[in-house]
């Protein structure tokens, strides 16, 4: 009997844990996107999610029959891409939609599947690396620091998906570690959209750069071109409200439906 009491109460403690990690990565992270003072070191971060909004967005291109001809990093943290061809309503959906599924589906297995953490992190490292040496010029953003930085991020994912051993039930365990660090990654690439969105709703959707019309808001260019019923508003906000209905089910299924399944000390004789 205390056994079992024992077991239960640990497993509470582990998902509790669980939760107030992912609300204080959901706040820290909103400060780095919205406090002027944290610009500096948001930068790198925007790199990293912008790396899986391009990856995301190129796929979807090529997926379609279009053909990327490139990808450039302004100073701000985002992409330009040039392209011809590819069906627009997926395209353009691509990268903010496609981040929020893939962002709550890496949430839900961060939390849920706590076994498969390190091979995430080794994946998402290599990803990152990879996608920043093929398609990233320091020459052009003039920024090399965060280049640095964003690429020793990735390199710390892989080391940490390599060696992340240990107890994930203690807090300070590398496995530990390797999961909170994912928890912050998977919230930042699923939620996105809510992240850019003062940038959605003020860009223009291309402008002309050597002579080529480049897209530089998605968003805006997807309610222009595929819906123009819409507004650019109207498409940056449903758009958030679908990021957050995929994350928040992440959540639940992840977090609060386990503390849920989680038998209560009164059955116990």
Not at 207 to 229: L, Q, R, S
Request: charged letters at 15%; a positive charge; proline letters at 3%.
């Amino acid at each position: 009997m205390l056994r079992i009491f024992v077991e239960r109460k640990v497993r509470r403690e582990i998902v509790r844990r669980n939760f107030i990690i992912s609300g204080l990565a959901f706040v820290g992270i909103l400060a780095l996107w919205y406090v002027d003072a944290l610009s500096g070191l948001a930068h790198p971060f925007r790199m990293l999610i912008n790396n899986i909004h391009g990856g995301l967005s190129a796929f979807a291109m090529q997926l379609t029959g279009g053909a990327v001809d490139s990808f450039t990093l302004s100073d701000a943290g985002a992409y330009r891409i040039t392209f011809n061809g590819g069906m627009d309503a997926l395209t353009m959906s691509a990268g903010y939609l496609g981040s929020a599924a893939l962002g709550s589906l890496m949430f839900f297995l961060v939390n849920r599947a706590p076994h498969l953490v390190r091979l995430i992190s080794a994946i998402t490292g290599v990803f990152t690396i990879g996608f920043l040496a093929l398609f990233i010029r320091p020459a052009e953003t003039g920024d090399l620091i965060s280049t640095v930085i964003c690429l020793g991020f990735g390199a710390l994912l892989i080391v940490l998906g390599w060696t992340g051993r240990g107890d994930i039930n203690r807090l300070r365990s590398r496995k530990s570690v390797t999961q909170i660090v994912l928890t912050v990654v998977s919230l930042m690439t699923g939620l996105h959209i809510l992240l850019d969105l003062p940038a959605a709703l003020s860009s223009p959707s291309t402008v002309v750069i050597d002579g080529v019309e480049t897209i530089t808001n998605p968003v805006a260019y997807f309610a222009e071109n595929v819906i123009p019923a819409l507004s650019v508003q109207a498409v940056a906000f449903s758009w958030a409200a679908i990021a957050l209905a995929l994350m928040g089910i992440a959540f639940h299924f992840s977090i609060v439906r386990r503390l849920q399944q989680i038998p209560k000390n009164d059955d116990i004789a």
